[in-house]
């Protein structure tokens, strides 16, 4: 039948991904198969995802409009705390105006699309989100990659793509933080290349808004606000909830508004979901205690597998990949730390290249040093049963 030899062949190799539900809370500690584990698996960066005062917010406006928002944005499911939730976003994030959509992935499949279409060009980082090569795909526009963050690979595409006359607007797209690595875009030369060649400038910040930044993200880490023209945000990691946002001048929202295909043609975020978002920023705004706690978090965890002698790349934040190689030894090395109690996913060839397979953590601020100590701990044992270490 349809399908069913794809699936046996994905199951015969091993290669089908076999989903473990979480009981309960994605905390620092989760329940799996009614066993205790360590969590460094979840973008839940802040611990925002079971905030008390988020919960309230979440609760109280669920009572106030139901569960629902009713109907797609431009029809009538705008409710006034959509618009409160993107004035938020927009403070946030240094900008004119920010717009909501469902998820961090909708923002890419509206965004791109909604500006970029044929005979335009779009440079884009190899290591970009799916849902960035997604959206370009989506486009039409003619998609160019450059090697991940090699600023000379960008330029001399950026001066070719130019240069061709082919195309006539052209955009350049790179994620503020790379989820695999957990390095940091460079900016300042994007920035740079982008005004010399007359480049759009576009900035993914899944993984850098509550991080970096003192928690506004990348653009604002670098102080460049003024210069790029989409900040693209999830409210579903640091945020920890649902949704994403885009954030810039007026114009381009009141664009997304009539042109971004998620915005006029899918439901929009249900009420709740935007209190709760809104409650997070309050948050974010109000200390940094959260952010530096995450900070502390991630230097602890990496000091500890660093002198362990684990090889943990080049990450310049808290994500913090263990880089074991070979594909098999990295599945193997998270089932075994999974038995004796850490939850680290493997990620391997083709999420990432062939021999740099890995098993990554997300350590966040609601981890206390005694789970930490307990995590690396493990990996020790693990690391030396394995030979890895
Ligand atoms: N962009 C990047 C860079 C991401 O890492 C992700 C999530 N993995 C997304 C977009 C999608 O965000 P969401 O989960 O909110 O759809």
């Given at each position: 039948?349809?399908?069913?030899?794809?699936?046996?062949?994905?199951?015969?190799?091993?290669?089908?991904?076999?989903?473990?539900?979480?009981?309960?809370?994605?905390?620092?500690?989760?329940?799996?198969?009614g066993k205790e584990l360590i969590n460094l698996s979840a973008n839940n960066y802040l611990g925002l995802a079971t905030n008390s005062r988020m919960k309230e917010a979440c609760i109280k406006a669920t009572e106030k409009y139901g569960v629902g928002s009713g109907a797609v944005r431009t029809i009538n499911g705008t409710l006034d705390i959509h618009i409160k939730l993107e004035e938020k976003l927009a403070e946030f994030k240094h900008t004119e105006a920010a717009i909501a959509f469902q998820s961090g992935f909708n923002c890419n499949m509206a965004a791109i699309q909604a500006v970029m279409g044929k005979g335009?060009?779009?440079?884009?980082?190899?290591?970009?989100?799916?849902?960035?090569?997604?959206?370009?795909?989506?486009?039409?526009?003619?998609?160019?990659?450059?090697?991940?963050?090699?600023?000379?690979?960008?330029?001399?595409?950026?001066?070719?793509?130019?240069?061709?006359?082919?195309?006539?607007?052209?955009?350049?797209?790179?994620?503020?933080?790379?989820?695999?690595?957990?390095?940091?875009?460079?900016?300042?030369?994007?920035?740079?290349?982008?005004?010399?060649?007359?480049?759009?400038?576009?900035?993914?910040?899944?993984?850098?808004?509550?991080?970096?930044?003192?928690?506004?993200?990348?653009?604002?880490?670098?102080?460049?606000?003024?210069?790029?023209?989409?900040?693209?945000?999830?409210?579903?990691?640091?945020?920890?909830?649902?949704?994403?946002?885009?954030?810039?001048?007026?114009?381009?929202?009141?664009?997304?508004?009539?042109?971004?295909?998620?915005?006029?043609?899918?439901?929009?975020?249900?009420?709740?979901?935007?209190?709760?978002?809104?409650?997070?920023?309050?948050?974010?705004?109000?200390?940094?205690?959260?952010?530096?706690?995450?900070?502390?978090?991630?230097?602890?965890?990496?000091?500890?597998?660093?002198?362990?002698?684990?090889?943990?790349?080049?990450?310049?934040?808290?994500?913090?990949?263990?880089?074991?190689?070979?594909?098999?030894?990295?599945?193997?090395?998270?089932?075994?730390?999974?038995?004796?109690?850490?939850?680290?996913?493997?990620?391997?060839?083709?999420?990432?290249?062939?021999?740099?397979?890995?098993?990554?953590?997300?350590?966040?601020?609601?981890?206390?040093?005694?789970?930490?100590?307990?995590?690396?701990?493990?990996?020790?044992?693990?690391?030396?049963?394995?030979?890895?270490?």
């Amino acid at each position: 039948m349809f399908l069913n030899e794809g699936l046996k062949d994905l199951r015969d190799k091993g290669l089908y991904n076999v989903i473990n539900p979480v009981e309960g809370a994605n905390g620092p500690i989760i329940s799996i198969d009614g066993k205790e584990l360590i969590n460094l698996s979840a973008n839940n960066y802040l611990g925002l995802a079971t905030n008390s005062r988020m919960k309230e917010a979440c609760i109280k406006a669920t009572e106030k409009y139901g569960v629902g928002s009713g109907a797609v944005r431009t029809i009538n499911g705008t409710l006034d705390i959509h618009i409160k939730l993107e004035e938020k976003l927009a403070e946030f994030k240094h900008t004119e105006a920010a717009i909501a959509f469902q998820s961090g992935f909708n923002c890419n499949m509206a965004a791109i699309q909604a500006v970029m279409g044929k005979g335009d060009a779009i440079l884009s980082d190899e290591l970009n989100h799916a849902s960035i090569i997604d959206g370009c795909r989506l486009s039409k526009a003619k998609a160019i990659r450059f090697n991940h963050s090699d600023m000379e690979d960008l330029r001399k595409k950026a001066k070719e793509a130019r240069e061709s006359g082919e195309y006539n607007n052209i955009m350049v797209i790179t994620d503020g933080v790379f989820s695999m690595d957990g390095d940091v875009c460079k900016l300042p030369e994007i920035v740079e290349i982008a005004e010399e060649f007359d480049l759009i400038t576009y900035v993914d910040d899944a993984h850098g808004s509550g991080v970096l930044g003192k928690g506004a993200g990348t653009v604002k880490h670098f102080g460049l606000s003024d210069k790029v023209d989409f900040q693209i945000g999830t409210l579903s990691k640091a945020i920890g909830v649902i949704g994403g946002y885009v954030a810039g001048k007026r114009n381009l929202i009141d664009w997304l508004m009539v042109r971004g295909r998620p915005f006029l043609f899918s439901t929009a975020i249900t009420p709740g979901t935007a209190a709760a978002c809104i409650e997070a920023v309050n948050i974010l705004t109000e200390s940094t205690e959260l952010h530096d706690k995450l900070w502390e978090n991630g230097n602890y965890l990496k000091k500890g597998l660093k002198e362990l002698g684990f090889d943990i790349g080049a990450s310049e934040t808290p994500i913090t990949p263990c880089i074991i190689g070979d594909e098999k030894l990295t599945q193997d090395f998270s089932r075994r730390l999974n038995d004796e109690g850490v939850y680290a996913k493997s990620i391997v060839f083709p999420t990432v290249p062939k021999g740099t397979g890995r098993v990554r953590n997300m350590p966040s601020a609601a981890h206390t040093k005694e789970m930490l100590d307990k995590a690396i701990a493990i990996y020790e044992k693990v690391g030396k049963e394995l030979g890895i270490i």
